[in-house]
């Protein structure tokens, strides 16, 4: 059986947010590797050869493309997303292709893309059409369903097998609770304090933190590199800064809990104590 193999998630960057994090949720469940580039952008930190290795490191590929081109190289011309696409395509890398479902799925004007990006991407979709049975999607969630019914298919036509890890199987089993909430990002951004300025909008800030959170700091300087005009230095101090703030948070909630659970054994002492010397 071979499980955890590498599958590289391209797609536009600003737009596509939820839909990113509904598919790192679902390919996770499948025990996948993911890798994903395509917010990095033209930046010298992050060279459009250093996508393309990612690419080629990677066993899967799939696209995500909604209404906007993305990040175009000065080289080629070209986005990086439809570099990273004919990379895979070069190195016969196989790939599912989802459309977002331009009748059926609303699209915000500010993640529309017009003008020469709006040709280039239309003359894109076509050949992605042209070269592939894509399949269109409307919601983050139909995009997870979607991509969690064709890995496996996928995968083993080609020699793989992809699986849902029994750690996974638990997980969602119980009662689903989005620990990151509304209220509980609200009090992260409060005690991080002064670092949270250099971020562009609460989402960077959110999505920053769940990266984080899961252990992925690659992602998360990446992040930052690509939405802020900081260098991948200055990202990585920023946010090892923000994650000494959270460890702070993490370690006075655990010590709160014990003092609470001293103080409840303390309590429950004399009780003890006085109905023994009753008997």
Known sequence: MTTG?????????TDLQPHRAAVRTALHRLEAVVRGMEYFGSLPATPKN?????????????????????????????????LEYEEAIRISLPSLIYLIDEERQPVLPMHIEFGEGSDKLRLFKAKLREHHVVSFFTTPEDLAAKITSDLPALASRNGYEVREGELSKIVNSLPRVDWLNDEIFAF????????????????????????????????????VVRTTKL????????????????????KRGFEIIDSKRKLLDESASPVSDVSKSES
């Open 5 to 13: 193999f590498p599958v590289f998630v391209g797609s536009s960057f």
């Open 188 to 223: 992260l951004k409060q005690k991080i304090g002064e670092p949270i300025k250099q971020f562009p909008s609460d989402a960077i800030l959110r999505e920053a933190l769940e990266f984080i959170l899961s252990g992925d700091r690659m992602a998360a300087s990446f992040l």
């Open 50 to 82: 250093e996508c393309l290795r990612i690419v080629r490191s990677c066993k899967v590929y799939i696209g995500i493309f909604a209404m906007r081109y993305g990040s175009v190289d000065l080289a080629t011309g070209k986005s990086l997303t439809q």
């Open 231 to 250: 260098s991948l230095l200055d990202s990585i101090n920023l946010l090892r800064e923000v994650e000494v703030k959270v460890e702070e948070v993490i």
